[in-house]
């Protein structure tokens, strides 16, 4: 049987367990360990070592993922839950839209599975930087503990928009970006 073959199989057993049953139901999913699924840093999908070349298959598995509050990455349905491994986070943005300005501005981002999510307080941002070289990795956080790594073209975009705080009583200036109303900090550093 080929990997893509194994792969439709997995989809097709994952989807008849999906049918029919209702989230929250009261049921408790049976863990059944780790399965050779896995995300690559890219945000690309594996079974079995080999890419899933269908968009469609990596948007029905990603529509039952979980992170939980170890880090740990599960495709959880009503009856059965199995643990992935995930490199970094489970997607990338790919695209970014904004409208209005200041306080007033609202910002998009668009995944690579095609999902839009606004950046807002139910979906903020945070930054991580490399302690080595001090590069920054920015993420937005997703539903059911997810999030997605804005690559490096779209991190510029949101860049450019950026305003600046100065807080008087550490002298820090504050980099970052508004939506909804809200300040995203991108980055600080000692005002001069």
């Known amino acids: 049987m080929s ?15 999906l049918r029919g049953q209702k989230p929250g139901s009261g049921r408790h999913p049976q863990i059944c360990g780790d399965i050779p699924m896995s995300i690559g840093r ?8 080999g890419p899933i070349g269908r968009i469609e298959l990596v948007k029905l598995f990603s529509s039952v993922l979980q992170r939980d509050d170890e880090g740990g990455h599960w495709l959880v349905t009503p009856a ?21 300005s200041g306080q007033d501005q609202i910002i998009r981002f668009r995944t ?41 073209a779209v991190f510029y975009q949101l860049v450019e928009l950026a305003d600046e705080i100065i807080e008087p009583e ?19 550093m000692e005002a001069v």
Do not use: C
Not at 112 to 132: K, T, Y
């Open 3 to 17: 990997d893509n073959q194994q792969t439709v199989d997995l989809a097709e057993k994952l989807w008849s367990r």
């Open 42 to 49: 890219d945000g690309t999908w594996f079974y079995q070592g």
């Open 80 to 100: 059965e839950m199995a643990r992935i491994e995930v490199e970094d986070v489970a997607f990338i943005t790919v695209e970014m839209q904004n409208e209005g």
């Open 112 to 152: 690579n599975i095609d999902q839009w999510v606004e950046l807002d307080m139910s979906h903020p941002l945070r930054v991580e930087h490399d302690p080595e070289t001090d590069e920054p990795s920015p993420y937005i956080s997703l539903e059911r503990g997810l999030e997605a790594r804005l690559n490096r």
């Open 170 to 188: 550490s002298n820090m200036l504050r980099i970052g970006v508004y939506s909804h109303g809200h300040f995203f900090e991108i980055g600080r």
